[in-house]
């Protein structure tokens, strides 16, 4: 009883002190826990190794924030490096005001960590990938680029003319994009796969933090979407697939994280069993 | 070990322990990271917008490409401060009118053909198990919400079995979150390792 007792006085302060110990240890000491990858995840990576041309257009819409930047960038740098390694033209979109230093900090850390390591492939900004320009009224925009793309953002969000730039030859509405891989933990998702998808045929993949994830499922099934990337581990696997393929130097951020995210699952799934044992025996203790 | 030196990443790596304080207690730190959240994310969109909208779509096509359709919106847009107004806050009713009504006629027909796909994806061409747990699924839930009738007797039987998929789906979510959540932490504390302490590469 005086366990129980302990259990049910515990200040909460000490559960967040293990929580960071167990995420913390992990990154120190890692052991390299094994990971399976999903069929959802090598959906949308046998579509881009497979099924986009050289030279074709990948579209990514970073509509999120630094709030879901965590479980988000890590999925968008993997799926902009496949890109480079494929020699495929990578256009960034965002229907948040917020996502546009989002989409400029992957041009700027991909563009930066590629050319260090592939000087004889260079990527440049402008002719192998670009920003479309923030504009308001996501539904409004998802529809207008189905007629034209360049007319909808006028400019990318370097401020250059869309019309002066080569990354945009033979660019006019979704019918010239392959493929489109929509990363977002909003219902804006929904909008692209009614719109974009329903309405014009683009052919989607969807990234989604792990909350929304169960949420998305349902796209898969229906046929909406032919991928999903749910959460870190669902970019983690799309690094490894990434990895296994190519020499990649670079940092795979979901990867590192692997092993703190399941050490902080086994804790929980212990905090929750000693949660409800402990309820149960103070419940029947009462009862007596 | 190489502690970084740009001073962007130690402002970044403050901010985020004054957040992650509030866990001991509500304190000073706390509170003047979440205003200054607060004013840098208003003040940034704000900026977007000015840039990527007023400028973009509304000054440069009017001042230098001399395209007066422009003004129609523009018009529209301005009424919308007509509710500051309140002899002329009426006014603000005829953008809204042209948002509602636009948007609607937009995406009532995708809305449906979407609909469509959805309940298309619950007649599958093969009854495996699978697809014999969606359908009995979607019924059995869709059973547990028909409140027209009392929940009893055959009813009664069919709805239970449909709270129970609602209960699975309550705890893949709840799986999920605790995943989200524990990836945030992760996110900030491989900033803190990595880009600020150097102790990780």
Redesign the interface.
């Known amino acids: 009883m005086k366990f129980v007792n302990f259990i049910n006085k515990l200040d909460k302060?000490w559960i967040?002190l293990l929580?960071?110990l167990v995420?913390?240890i992990p990154?120190?000491f890692p052991v390299g826990c094994p990971m399976k990858i999903t069929p959802p995840v090598q959906s949308i990576y046998n579509y881009i190794e497979d099924s986009i041309p050289e030279n074709g257009v990948l579209l990514l819409g970073v509509d999120y924030d630094p709030?879901?930047?965590?479980?988000l960038?890590p999925m968008a740098k993997a799926l902009t490096y496949h890109a480079f390694y494929n020699n495929v033209r990578v256009l960034f979109v965002t229907m948040f005001?917020?996502g546009?230093?989002m989409g400029q900090d992957i041009i700027n850390r991909t563009l930066e960590h590629w050319n260090s390591i592939n000087p004889d492939m260079p990527k440049e900004l402008g002719k192998d990938i670009t920003l479309l320009?923030?504009?308001?009224g996501f539904?409004?925009v998802i529809?207008k680029m189905g007629e034209n793309i360049p007319a909808t953002f006028?400019?990318d969000a370097y401020g250059n003319k869309l019309d002066n730039l080569s990354v945009m030859e033979g660019i006019k509405t979704y019918d010239d994009i392959d493929y489109m891989v929509e990363f977002s933990g909003s219902s804006v998702v929904?909008s692209w796969?009614?719109?974009a998808n329903?309405?014009y045929n683009l052919k989607m993949g969807i990234g989604t933090?792990?909350?929304s994830?169960?949420?998305y499922y349902?796209y898969l099934?229906?046929?909406?979407a032919n991928g999903l990337l749910?959460?870190?581990?669902g970019a983690a696997e799309y690094e490894k697939l990434l990895t296994d393929k190519h020499d990649f130097s670079g940092?795979n951020?979901a990867s590192?994280?692997m092993d703190?995210?399941s050490a902080?699952?086994i804790l929980?799934i212990l905090l929750i069993i000693l949660g409800n044992i402990t309820f149960f025996i103070k419940k029947h203790q009462e009862g007596k | 070990m190489a502690i970084s030196t740009n001073i962007w990443i130690w402002i970044a790596a403050l901010l985020t322990l004054a957040i992650y304080s509030f866990?001991?207690k509500d304190n000073p730190f706390y509170k003047f990271a979440e205003y200054l959240l607060v004013g840098i994310?208003i003040g940034?969109?704000v900026s977007?917008?000015w840039h990527?909208?007023i400028i973009?779509?509304v000054y440069?096509p009017l001042v230098h490409e001399k395209d007066f359709l422009v003004i129609i919106p523009l018009i529209l847009g301005l009424l919308m401060f007509s509710r500051f107004f309140k002899s002329y806050s009426h006014l603000s009713r005829m953008p809204i009118a042209f948002i509602v009504g636009?948007?609607t006629g937009?995406?009532i027909p995708?809305?449906f053909?979407?609909l469509f796909?959805?309940v298309?994806?619950t007649m599958p061409a093969s009854l495996d198990v699978g697809n014999l747990i969606?359908i009995v699924g979607v019924i059995t839930t869709l059973v547990y919400f028909f409140f027209s009738m009392e929940h009893k007797g055959f009813v009664g039987k069919v709805s239970r079995i449909g709270i129970t998929f609602i209960m699975i789906?309550f705890g893949?979510?709840f799986g999920?979150?605790?995943?989200?959540r524990?990836?945030?932490?992760?996110?900030?504390?491989?900033f803190l390792?990595?880009d600020w302490l150097g102790?990780?590469?």
């Open positions: 302060r967040y929580i960071a995420v913390i990154f120190v709030s879901t930047m965590a479980e960038h005001p917020q546009s230093g320009a923030y504009v308001p539904s409004a529809l006028n400019e929904l796969l009614i719109y329903g309405r933090t792990a909350v994830a169960a949420e349902n099934q229906s046929g909406q749910g959460g870190l581990k940092r951020d590192v994280g703190a995210q902080a699952h929980f | 866990l001991y994310s940034y969109g977007i917008y990527n909208t973009t779509k440069n636009a948007g937009l995406s995708s809305s053909e979407f796909k959805q298309q994806g969606i789906a893949a979510a999920y979150t605790i995943m989200a524990i990836s945030l932490l992760i996110g900030r504390i491989q390792l990595s102790i990780i590469k």
